[in-house]
């Protein structure tokens, strides 16, 4: 059964039978996720869940919930807090071709697991691997048809979660079976909240991360959960999608690994906007274009992009981070999309709203069939016409970030100290950083954070 091979290849990961390169790629997205949750924690989403959180009380103090102020939490209230905030800014990492952020729901929830049984970086590591495998699969087998409805990182994100919080509990094939059935029927999480520019994402990230960690103490526990949760005719897949591919949960298994598929986001919004804002920019720079001289601005993209993003007239400064004519409109404006060009005064600005109005988005038949080919390509092609009737395009296959055109290790730090350092202070990013650099030599990964609540 699909559940079962998908389990059993959970069960069985170890980091020592890890190459290099993908030990340094799950260091790279457990900074990249650290980095994302700190800078996301002031966040209002963020906060007011922590505030409800402490009103209950938070459990035993088991796990880092980070903030200006670190404090510590039962491991599934950390998940939980620790999730909403890395997604409360959308400028976390993809994995394209399931469309999910993974770090969001599979680092919070092996973090807390590793802090509360007092567990070892490379258990950390062997178990962030085994979370975006087990996500990314399933999230595959089921978009893009899933995705107009259903948030896939709420989603297929929770099996992710379950399965980075089984393999640190040790789970055998069986056990992990009953995480998965668990973690599938919790999964939740529906796009309604963009009409309203609402805060539903950041609750559909933490909701997964600490749903998978309930799943795995559940399975551990002797709780029993559907079987074949993911081929079942009332199954996941079936329930998300009317056509889901099936063979995607476990087509080369074993033979590589997906967390060597993830990208990281270079801009702070939608990742369906960053081939056309990595255009604008470099359109604006190369033809060396005004803003001012802009009269009209075409993006294409694909479909699936285009019933996400094409939103022309976002509610909320947050909702503009799902608005190509938005982000594009700021590239050129400003040359850049980052945290600064989505607060309240940024996106009033006069010359990017009337770029964000001459801005047209249409579904390109090309880019289409070119997605569907590859879902690992999100390309965008953009065109600019000025004033005086000049007319210049510029196509990107793989926006910065992708695996195609990557960040490196050293620019995550860069971003890491960047947005850190103002939540944290100088020292204290400092040592985090060192603590991630030799995240595979930690014995004791609670006792490695236990400096931010001392």
Not at 139 to 153: K, L, R
Not at 218 to 227: D, E, P, S, V
Not at 265 to 276: G, N
Not at 306 to 318: F, I
């Amino acid at each position: 059964m699909t559940t079962e091979a998908l389990a059993r290849a959970v069960a069985s990961l170890r980091y020592e039978d890890l190459p290099q390169t993908t030990r340094q790629n799950a260091k790279q997205c457990f900074l990249d996720w650290l980095a994302c949750c700190i800078c996301g924690a002031p966040q209002p989403a963020a906060e007011i869940l922590r505030r409800e959180i402490a009103r209950e009380g938070g459990g035993a103090p088991a796990a880092t919930v980070f903030s200006a102020a670190p404090f510590r939490a039962s491991a599934l209230n950390a998940a939980l807090l620790n999730g909403a905030a890395s997604h409360a800014l959308d400028m976390d990492d993809l994995h394209n071709a399931s469309i999910i952020h993974l770090g969001t729901v599979v680092a919070p929830a092996a973090l807390a697991v590793a802090e509360r049984d007092r567990l070892s970086g490379r258990e950390l590591i062997a178990a962030i691997v085994a979370g975006y495998e087990a996500g990314a699969r399933v999230g595959e087998a089921v978009n893009p048809g899933s995705y107009f409805f259903w948030h896939t990182t709420g989603t297929a994100g929770t099996f992710g979660a379950a399965a980075a919080a089984a393999r640190l509990l040790k789970l055998d094939a069986a056990a992990t079976v009953s995480c998965f059935g668990s973690a599938g029927t919790q999964a939740a999480g529906l796009w309604e909240f963009l009409i309203d520019g609402a805060m539903s994402k950041s609750l559909h990230a933490g909701k997964a991360a600490m749903n998978g960690i309930l799943a795995a103490d559940l399975a551990k526990a002797g709780f029993t959960a559907a079987r074949q949760i993911l081929e079942g005719e009332k199954g996941f897949c079936r329930a998300m999608t009317a056509e889901p591919d099936l063979a995607k949960l476990t087509e080369g298994l074993g033979e590589r690994y997906e967390i060597d598929e993830n990208g990281f986001k270079a801009y702070t919004c939608c990742r369906h906007c960053h081939a056309a804002i990595n255009a604008a920019q470099i359109l604006r720079i190369e033809e060396e274009i005004s803003p001012a001289d802009v009269a009209a601005i075409t993006v294409k993209t694909n479909r699936v992009a285009a019933a996400l993003v094409d939103n022309p007239a976002p509610k909320t400064a947050y909702g503009h981070k799902f608005s190509l004519q938005y982000c594009t409109a700021a590239a050129v404006t400003h040359g850049r999309v980052g945290l600064a060009e989505f607060s309240e005064a940024a996106v009033a600005e006069p010359e990017t709203r009337r770029l964000m109005a001459a801005t047209q988005v249409v579904v390109d038949a090309a880019l289409d069939a070119e997605y569907a080919r590859d879902p690992k390509k999100w390309s965008a092609e953009v065109a600019i016409e000025t004033r005086g009737g000049k007319r210049f395009s510029r196509f990107v296959p793989y926006p910065k970030g992708d695996p195609q055109n990557p960040l490196s290790y050293a620019e995550t730090e860069e971003k890491f100290r960047g947005v850190a350092t103002p939540v944290l202070g100088g020292e204290r990013t400092a040592r985090l950083l060192a603590v991630c650099a030799g995240l595979e030599r930690v014995p004791d990964i609670a006792a490695a954070f236990a400096f931010l609540t001392a």
